[in-house]
Every structure is written in structure tokens, then in C-alpha cells.
């Protein structure tokens, strides 16, 4: 059976809830929040997404229990609530590229 890659982490536990925010949030994150804080059309949308996602660190690392019981959705096989989180993250990263090339 194929292994999803946050199912992985979820499996490790506490340490993968904590290591996962540090290894791929953490870093865009603090990008984005020191180095784009514009708060104007359309460009908004890629601070906020940066602010949003520095936030989502924080809870992660301060209360891994909350982490875990995200990780443990992926688990789930068609779970809608992980699908709708998914595309929401798409379609925030496809505004926030679209806000750094529009001029």
C-alpha cells in the first residue's frame, strides 16, 4: 500500500508534527512575512498567505497535539475536509504567484 508523505510524519508522532512545520513552513513563511509586507491589491494576498501560514507554525510547534490530529486526516481516505484545505492552499499559492508577477 502506497504511503502518503504526511502519513509519514504522522506516524512518527510528536517529533514529525514538529519537524515537518520547521522543515517546510517555516521557511517560506518568515520569507514572506520579512520580505513582503505589502497591504495593497493584489500583492494582499501573498502577505496575508505568509502571515496565515507563520501562524500555522506557531500553533504547530506550540501545541503539537493540534499538528497530529491535522497529520491524522491524511490517513483517511477521501476525506473531503483534507481535499478542501488542499485546494485552498492551491488556490492561495496561484493568487500569491500571480500577485508577484502582475506589476
Known sequence: MRRCFFVGFHW???T???IRPIALELWPALLI???HQVWHRPR???TIYGWLLAIKVTLSLRAPHLG???LRMAEGTGNAK???AGEVLIALGLSGVWAL???
Open 68 to 70: 497530529l490530529r491535522l
Open 101 to 103: 508577477l502582475s506589476v
Open 44 to 46: 494582499l494576498a501573498l
Open 33 to 35: 512575512v520579512v520580505l
Open 16 to 18: 514529525g508534527v514538529v
Open 12 to 14: 512518527i508522532g510528536t
Open 82 to 84: 483534507w481535499a478542501l
